[in-house]
């Protein structure tokens, strides 16, 4: 199985995204959610990988982009840059709910660590299905999840 859903997100944007990856406030019933497959009693189960919060992955993100332009200074800040990407990877339905699940999603962070370096933190959710396409089955699926 391979899925992978990638999107890239401007400087305001990643900020403005913690109703989506801080699991305080995702599970905070008056917080309004885009995706109706999010299912809160489930929201506990979120966890994250190499940063302990939304908000570590925030400011680790903020050092390496701060990091980055003193070693070579834009000449203008362009309103619409982007600053990070979000990459979603399906579990294999056949790691699905075993103790197999967390030892995936670690590998697939340490991979990313290897060849993206600024990788600053990720965010597996528990409580959310997405869709995506299955290479082998040559269709859509939708994740366990």
Do not use: W
Not at 20 to 29: I, W
Not at 49 to 72: F, H, L, M, P, V
């Amino acid at each position: 199985m391979a899925g992978v859903e990638f999107e890239k997100y401007l400087n305001g944007a990643f900020g403005e995204m913690s109703c989506h990856f801080d699991n305080e406030l995702r599970a905070d019933e008056r917080v309004h959610h885009s995706n109706q497959t999010i299912n809160s009693e489930l929201t506990h189960l979120n966890y994250y990988i190499g940063a302990s919060s939304y908000q570590e992955i925030c400011r680790n993100t903020e050092n390496i982009i701060s990091e980055a332009d003193e070693k070579n200074p834009p000449k203008r800040v362009r309103k619409d840059r982007k600053v990070s990407f979000s990459l979603e990877v399906p579990c294999p339905p056949e790691l699905e709910g075993t103790d197999q699940e967390g030892i995936f999603y670690q590998k697939v962070y340490e991979m990313y660590k290897k060849y993206l370096p600024g990788t600053t933190g990720a965010v597996v959710h528990k409580d959310e299905k997405h869709e995506y396409y299955d290479s082998k089955k040559n269709t859509m699926c939708v994740s366990l999840n």
